[in-house]
């Protein structure tokens, strides 16, 4: 019994970083009135938040672990929309199909220069801190 609440616990605990971060960006959105996701802000905080060592992994792990094993849950909501809006999607599918093309590609491609270049910028990283010699 004990195992379980320590289990339900760290569920909460985890829960309530997430929404804390969530909460924090609304805050952030509403007050500087950034044209931006809270939602994003939220991610990009915790991200950072995670990369700084503020949060450790395993207060939020379990937390986490749910929500992914979960996800399809989350999107019944977003399927049961598309069907409320069919007609508008079968007028239009061409345009959203372009869209959605031109978008993931140009996600693709420009992730993968991000990573060129950050690789680069590690690489000569390396080399100037190690006095020039190549590995």
């Given at each position: 019994?004990?195992?379980i609440?320590?289990?339900?616990?760290?569920?909460?605990?985890?829960?309530a970083?997430?929404?804390?971060?969530?909460?924090?960006?609304?805050?952030?959105?509403?007050?500087?009135?950034?044209?931006?996701?809270?939602?994003?802000?939220?991610?990009?905080?915790?991200?950072?938040?995670?990369?700084?060592?503020?949060?450790?992994?395993?207060?939020?792990?379990?937390?986490?672990?749910?929500?992914i094993?979960?996800?399809?849950?989350f999107?019944?909501?977003?399927?049961?929309?598309?069907?409320?809006?069919?007609?508008?999607?079968?007028?239009?599918?061409?345009?959203?199909?372009?869209?959605?093309?031109?978008?993931?590609?140009?996600?693709?491609?420009?992730?993968?220069?991000?990573?060129?270049?950050g690789?680069?910028?590690?690489?000569?990283?390396?080399?100037?801190?190690?006095?020039?010699?190549h590995?």
């Open positions: 019994m004990d195992n609440l320590k289990k339900i616990l760290n569920f909460m605990q985890g829960f970083i997430l929404m804390f971060f969530y909460c924090v960006s609304m805050i952030f959105v509403k007050i500087l009135h950034f044209a931006f996701s809270p939602a994003i802000l939220g991610l990009v905080l915790f991200a950072l938040a995670l990369i700084f060592g503020i949060i450790k992994e395993e207060w939020i792990k379990n937390t986490c672990n749910f929500f094993d979960n996800m399809a849950m999107l019944v909501p977003f399927i049961a929309g598309l069907l409320v809006y069919k007609s508008v999607l079968a007028q239009n599918w061409l345009v959203i199909f372009l869209v959605i093309f031109i978008a993931t590609t140009a996600t693709i491609v420009f992730t993968g220069l991000f990573v060129e270049w690789l680069k910028f590690l690489r000569l990283y390396k080399i100037k801190k190690s006095g020039g010699k590995d």
